[in-house]
């Protein structure tokens, strides 16, 4: 990937050719976790540039007038065009985007720009971020904005938030020979290369397979992972805390006709204490708990690792799919999973070329 602002920018930091980086990255990963009996990985690699289906930018105003995109870099910002990194179709309308609202009062106190686009492009969502309330006629002038560029727009200050199209994209994924349809919004998590997404879910799909049964899922999100595993299971309990998460990945679920499926709006603690009669809770009055039998857990927790709830949980299930953001983290985690589970398959996921972040997955099997 070709950038001008490598090195001054503080988003890319690896300054290697591809290959090279992801060797790093594989002989990271097998020093930290060959302790845990991790003797070889799987390796899903990334797009070498536009990967990026989603993003957030500074934006500078310039003294002698005009806008640009700005980025963070170690002591401050750094005004850039475009990003090598990000959607193609971003690239190609920023600078029109950009043009067309230094030239109007929709420019003014506009301090940050996000975008959502689906994989191939099709659906996009320009997020458009203030510092003063907006008005009537910002409304016009972003109607015109989606007009012209064929997206949908969003305005957003304190308390409050307009629409102009649609809040959430359409993506399409195919896994192997199966094609899964999902929408995403920017206000919840949504994996930010799609290629890469699609090739965790097949790997996901491919460990979960080992094992029919009920499946069990923490931290669910909006089906991303949930859906794909329910064809490979007899039932699915999926609990997420987040409620915007909970609403998508519902929708989600109808619109893929994946119907043995039950989400669950709460935190693993709380489904925790309900798995060991500790409490009651109304949120799962129509889920007979004591009905399913857990085969397979899976767990995509936040970079902080799982909590003391989730690894009760899922140390009492036969098989364990971990997907993690943290190498850190899931090496702690594995301190305690490890003492009743062991290691067969790993994987590393290329989700951000050109940095040290490493996206992983391992599944464990119960000690014999």
Known sequence: MNCEWFGECGSCTLPLEYNDQLAIKKRDFLAQFEPFGVKDI???TSAKSHYRNRGEFRVWH???????????????LVAVSHCPAMHKRFNEMIGGVLAFLDERSISRSLFEIDFLSST?????????????????EWVNLAQQLADRYHISVIG???????VIGNEYINETVFVGGDRYSFIQSFASFTQPNGGVNAQMIGWVTNMAAKSRGDFLELYCGNGNFTIPVSKQSDRVVAIEQNKNAIVIAKTNAENNHSKNI??????????SDALRKVREFNRLKEIDLDSYHFKTALVDPPRAGLDLGSLE???Q??????????PISLAE????LTQTHYITHAAIFDQFPYTHHIECGVYLERNK
């Open 42 to 44: 799987e390796v899903f």
């Open 62 to 76: 310039e003294e002698s007038g005009g806008l640009t995109l700005a980025m963070f870099k170690k002591n401050g």
């Open 262 to 271: 039950s989400f669950v709006r709460m935190n693993a603690n709380e489904f």
């Open 156 to 162: 957003r200050s304190k308390k409050q938030k307009i």
């Open 317 to 326: 299930i036969d098989s364990i799919i971990y997907i993690s953001c943290n």
């Open 120 to 136: 191939d492009g099709a659906d996009f969502i320009l997020i458009l971020i203030y510092h003063r309330a907006i008005d009537d």
């Open 313 to 315: 949980i899922i140390s």
């Open 333 to 336: 985690n594995l301190q305690t």
